[in-house]
């Protein structure tokens, strides 16, 4: 019984003892879970990330850190902020999102998500937010309340950091200048499109080569010394430079470099932005060379005004002299080879007046492709047997409104320098075709044309070329390449004067040992071919005309006087447009006034016969001028039934432009 007893009581120690064993154990295990728990709680806390857990009841049971500023108190209830005002959820497009679309509304459904995008927009302030949201199911025990995992990532500064790099990258990418990185070693880690587009290479070809293979060694030295710079922290600005394309055809390109820094500041390449310059910088040089041969033709055509009034005093004393001299042989022959001289002069002068794009033109309606045949007819002989002709003529192009003769005259000089320029023989291809400027061409943004419809008749030689220097001067007066007394320097000056004056304008193509190319512009009208100039006719001259003659220049006026009294006429003189019309109110009766166009004294011929007009409107006039076309257009006063003859003038012309003008019939100009 005792046993019994003992043992029962030993029973009931062990059991004691093991339940208090396992109470301690249980004790410490809670002990260690809740420091497990607040371990976890506080490492939670210190993330960026939003943790939390909502029931089925949209109970808030769990929540971080991150979180709180989401979460809020209603009747004794923590719910999510998110779930209420004033947040709205959008799309990636910015429209507004339906509620039951988002992750915690269809989280409560059963649709969990994993890693959506999320954005929501504070309606309040505009603010949008955006985070990865991914929702998880917790497992509970039979009859509990279904919770569920909410874990959300904010993502809107590394998406605003991604969207900007990309928006970067595809702004370098659409540029259209060349946007270039190298490394310290020179070698390309970056290419762009624009640089495919400008330098001919692709991203493949250039990536990992070295940038220097588009260089010009004639620029190696300067761009080591802007290399330089930029590894020393500099930054260098707009600069012009030559490159070489893959198809090695040379361009212009403007320059700038940045230094590339890493994110401590170290300098680890160069960014290098090239921008295509060479239309812009051709169309500059077309500028210039504009600007030069304008002023070069204002010099030359005044040069040649002056020259045309000396000339005009000495070929009329020698008319005179040859008057006088009738039937002595030797002073004849003497007059005669002086009179030769001031022709060739005079001939000189017209040359030029044609290069200033003064020469006095009588359009017409004309057939480019009829021209290229009469002159190869008048060229045939002077071009040789050595040389091939090619002819490609367009027969359906317009008609050109341009002086034939002047036309057919600068077509030979072109064909004359090919000629010159292959003195062993060679080819020559003529062309006539459709040109079409556009208001965007370069020939029109340099103000040489305007946009519209043109012929082009090319002239292309298979000769010795020219260098880019010879070629910037071709058009200058003067200026030739040939042995001297070989050619005067006015034959393309010639050319170019026509077509400027025509409306058009001259282009040449050259390189050294590949030929040269001269392309004539010039603009086709609808008006048709049949306008024939009408001749002198034989006209009866009235020898009791009272003529009042006004030039500046006193020898001129003696010689007219001297030639008109031997002619039976009356005349009267005067020196400036106001001693004219003086004259004009003291005496009756002036039939015909004789004028030159450019005189001193603040009234010209031109404004002077206006005035004459006005007032008397029964006197002719005659204007005279050695530089008469430009002093013309200026004034916009078209000759009408006026004679215009042009100085250096024989004594005969003289005569006739008298007798024309005083019978009502006129010349064209």
């Known amino acids: 019984m005792f046993l019994l007893s003992a043992a029962t009581g030993l029973s009931s120690i062990v059991l004691l003892t093991f339940a208090y064993r396992s109470y301690r154990h249980l004790v410490l295990r809670n002990d260690q879970l809740s420091e497990s728990l607040a371990q976890a709680r506080f490492i939670l806390d210190k993330t960026d990330e939003m943790f939390g857990v909502l029931d089925e009841d949209e109970n808030m049971v769990f929540y971080t850190e991150s979180a709180s500023h989401w979460v809020r108190v209603v009747d004794g209830k923590t719910t999510l902020k998110v779930l209420e005002e004033p947040w709205e959820g959008i799309n990636a497009d910015f429209s507004s999102r339906a509620f039951e679309d988002r992750p915690i509304p269809r989280a409560l459904r059963g649709e969990f998500v994993q890693g959506e995008f999320t954005l929501v927009r504070n309606k309040v302030t505009g603010d949008v937010c955006g985070s990865e949201v991914s929702t998880f199911p917790i497992p509970c025990s039979p009859g509990g309340k279904r919770r569920f995992l909410i874990h959300s990532t904010d993502t809107s500064p590394q998406r605003l950091y991604d969207e900007t790099r990309m928006r970067l990258a595809s702004i370098v990418e659409s540029s259209q200048d060349a946007i270039v990185s190298v490394d310290l070693k020179g070698l390309v880690t970056s290419w762009n499109k624009g640089a495919e587009t400008i330098f001919g290479y692709s991203a493949a070809e250039m990536l990992g080569q070295d940038l220097s293979r588009l260089a010009v060694p004639s620029q190696i030295e300067r761009e080591l010394a802007n290399t330089c710079s930029v590894l020393r922290d500099e930054h260098v600005d707009l600069?012009?430079?030559v490159r070489v394309t893959k198809s090695g055809r040379t361009i212009d390109v403007g320059i700038s470099l940045s230094p590339i820094k890493n994110a401590e500041g170290e300098i680890i390449g160069i960014s290098r932005i090239g921008r295509d310059l060479t239309a812009v910088r051709s169309l500059e040089r077309q500028l210039q060379q504009s600007q030069k041969m304008e002023a070069i033709?204002?010099?030359?055509?005044?040069?040649?005004?002056?020259?045309n009034n000396l000339l005009g005093i000495a070929i009329g004393n020698l008319d005179l002299l040859m008057v006088d001299a009738a039937g002595d042989e030797a002073t004849m022959r003497r007059a005669t080879k002086a009179m030769d001289a001031a022709t060739r002069c005079a001939k000189l002068t017209t040359r030029l007046l044609a290069f200033s794009t003064t020469a006095h033109l009588i359009p017409a309606a004309?057939?480019?492709?009829?021209?290229?045949?009469n002159t190869l007819e008048l060229a045939g002989r002077a071009l040789g047997p050595d040389i091939e002709i090619t002819v490609h003529l367009d027969n359906t192009?317009?008609?050109l409104y341009v002086d034939t003769a002047g036309l057919e005259n600068a077509l030979l000089n072109v064909l004359i320098n090919a000629r010159d320029a292959m003195p062993k023989g060679g080819a020559l291809t003529i062309?006539?075709?459709?040109v079409t400027f556009t208001p965007s061409d370069s020939k029109v943004l340099a103000g040489l044309v305007v946009p519209g419809n043109y012929a082009c008749i090319s002239v292309a030689d298979s000769g010795e070329g020219m260098s880019k220097e010879i070629l910037n001067r071709v058009f200058e007066p003067f200026f030739t390449t040939k042995e001297r007394g070989r050619g005067t320097g006015l034959g393309l000056p010639m050319v170019y004067g026509f077509a400027r004056q025509s409306g058009g304008v001259v282009s040449l193509e050259s390189e050294v040992g590949q030929g040269t190319k001269v392309s004539i512009y010039l603009p086709v009208t609808n008006k048709s071919p049949g306008f024939v100039t009408r001749g002198a006719e034989a006209v009866v001259p009235r020898r009791d005309a009272l003529i009042l003659l006004v030039d500046d220049e006193v020898e001129m006026l003696e010689i007219a006087e001297i030639f008109l009294h031997n002619q039976g006429y009356r005349t009267l003189q005067a020196c400036t447009a106001q001693q004219a019309l003086?004259?004009?109110e003291e005496f009756d009766g002036i039939d015909l006034m004789l004028t030159d166009i450019l005189m001193p004294g603040g009234m010209n011929g031109v404004e002077l016969a206006e005035i004459v007009r006005a007032r008397h409107p029964a006197t002719k006039i005659i204007y005279t001028s050695g530089f008469p076309a430009d002093a013309l257009a200026a004034k916009d006063v078209p000759l009408g039934g006026n004679v215009l003859l042009r100085k250096p003038y024989f004594l005969a012309e003289l005569g006739e432009a008298v007798a024309r003008a005083l019978s009502q019939t006129c010349v064209p100009g």
Do not use: C, E, K
């Open 239 to 241: 600069y012009d430079s």
């Open 297 to 307: 033709g204002q010099l030359t055509g005044g040069i040649a005004h002056d020259f």
């Open 366 to 373: 004309t057939s480019p492709s009829q021209t290229v045949r």
């Open 397 to 399: 192009l317009p008609h």
């Open 431 to 434: 062309r006539t075709q459709a």
């Open 582 to 584: 003086r004259a004009l």
